[in-house]
């Protein structure tokens, strides 16, 4: 069962590829959004995808991204964002609880979020 406040469907001619969902009101159209990018335009197996790094800007304040504790945003990114007069937030486990499920053929590949309580398993009859 995918548990969650938005449940996204993605196909692809006509069947199901990837169904995916996550509480977190604001954050709800970013987090998607980000394991979206990272399962079709990175190809991440959808378990790392989901657990990758994810910010958000919430457009007020203008010049804050936020991300989450399970993977700060550091480095060389931080250091290029703060030259570019952003300001970087650490909004703790607020980025979500995703879990999907992927259909590949016949195969279904899990993905539960690190930040949540969720486990993704397929169980067969």
């Known amino acids: 069962m995918l548990s969650s406040m938005s449940p996204s469907i993605v196909t692809s001619d006509g069947k199901v590829s990837l169904v995916l969902g996550t509480p977190g009101g604001s954050r709800i159209f970013t987090s998607i959004f980000q394991v979206l990018n990272n399962v079709y335009d990175f190809d991440m197996p959808l378990e790392k995808?989901?657990?990758?790094?994810?910010?958000?800007?919430?457009?007020l304040p203008k010049d804050t991204i936020y991300y989450d504790a399970h993977a700060p945003v550091t480095g060389k990114v931080a250091d290029e964002l703060k030259a570019m007069g952003y300001t970087l937030e650490d909004q703790g486990w607020?980025?979500?609880?995703?879990?999907?499920?992927?259909?590949?053929?016949?195969?279904?590949?899990?993905?539960?979020?690190?930040?949540?309580?969720?486990?993704?398993?397929?169980?067969k009859p």
């Open 94 to 123: 607020l980025m979500g609880d995703i879990q999907a499920i992927r259909v590949d053929g016949t195969r279904l590949q899990t993905g539960s979020d690190p930040r949540g309580r969720g486990v993704g398993m397929v169980v």
């Open 49 to 59: 995808a989901v657990a990758a790094q994810r910010v958000h800007h919430q457009l």
